[in-house]
């Protein structure tokens, strides 16, 4: 199907051009077939900073080394597009989302034990996934790229170097929004057992913490939170009360949330929209 085609000169995958094309014939296959296609969006995680911190060739280099362990991974199980800057496709012939899912990692776990060797020192380079299956999350070409272009962003809201499964956006906003304001309710019932309030007291605050909760993880601000004693935390707003913001923050091994008191803040600096670090 693709023997012939265009490749990117500097990765040497499918160029961008080919793509199109190829999701055409990949719906036309899966409806004669009756068998499920999936694509997976992948970016690469902090490229623009290190880019910009140790130069194009650098960075030139790091996209060849994704682009040959993401392939070596795949071997004959997916086709691999360059999309555009640090960003790849991967389409998944007769593969469901899931099992789309399940070769994105095997990718994934590969970058994280094959550290990228530049001027004798290692780099480790993550990526953002993801994924979109025809038809479940689409029914066009277009609809598969939307989709799997908004669970990849997911993926980079809440950590990065996750995978995500279009299907499960809605799932996990609405998991992440009663994480939120279950965390509001535990430190709204501690503070106020502890402080001696009242039961009619305590129901009056509790209430008014739960309608003070302003859920923002999707599209979340990336934040640096400086406490007065120094104390320095980065990572994502979740949520907030009259008295507490509510951090998601990335930890070696997967992710933890935090609340401060805002009497204890000193500055929260706003990464700006225009430079926001994918």
Not at 129 to 152: C, Q
Not at 251 to 265: C, H, P, V, Y
Request: glycine share 6%; proline share 2%.
């Amino acid at each position: 199907m693709l023997d012939k085609s265009e490749k990117d000169f500097l990765t040497d995958c499918f160029a961008k051009s080919e793509l199109l094309p190829f999701l055409d014939e990949s719906i036309g296959n899966s409806k004669k077939n009756n068998k499920p296609f999936s694509i997976a969006l992948i970016d690469l995680d902090r490229f623009k900073k290190l880019n910009y911190k140790f130069g194009h060739l650098y960075g030139d280099d790091i996209l060849k080394y994704v682009a040959s362990t993401v392939r070596l991974t795949l071997e004959d199980k997916g086709y691999l597009f360059r999309y555009g800057g640090d960003e790849f496709v991967a389409v998944f012939p007769e593969k469901s989302s899931k099992e789309a899912a399940q070769l994105a990692r095997q990718c994934s776990n590969n970058l994280a034990h094959r550290p990228f060797l530049y001027k004798e020192k290692l780099h480790k380079i993550t990526i953002s996934v993801g994924i979109a299956d025809f038809p479940s999350d689409g029914n066009t070409k277009y609809e598969l790229i939307s989709r799997a272009d908004k669970a990849m962003y997911m993926s980079k809201n809440y950590g990065r170097n996750l995978i995500t499964e279009a299907h499960r956006i809605t799932y996990i906003r609405w998991r992440n929004t009663a994480m939120a304001v279950a965390s509001v309710l535990i430190v709204s019932l501690t503070l106020h057992l502890l402080s001696g309030y009242g039961l009619l007291g305590f129901f009056k605050k509790m209430v008014k913490s739960v309608q003070a909760v302003k859920v923002v993880s999707e599209g979340a601000e990336l934040v640096t939170v400086i406490k007065k004693d120094g104390t320095m935390f980065e990572g994502r707003i979740l949520g907030e009360t009259d008295d507490f913001v509510i951090i998601n923050f990335k930890l070696e091994r997967g992710s933890a949330s935090i609340n401060i008191d805002k009497d204890e803040i000193a500055e929260i600096k706003f990464s700006p929209k225009k430079d926001r670090d994918r």
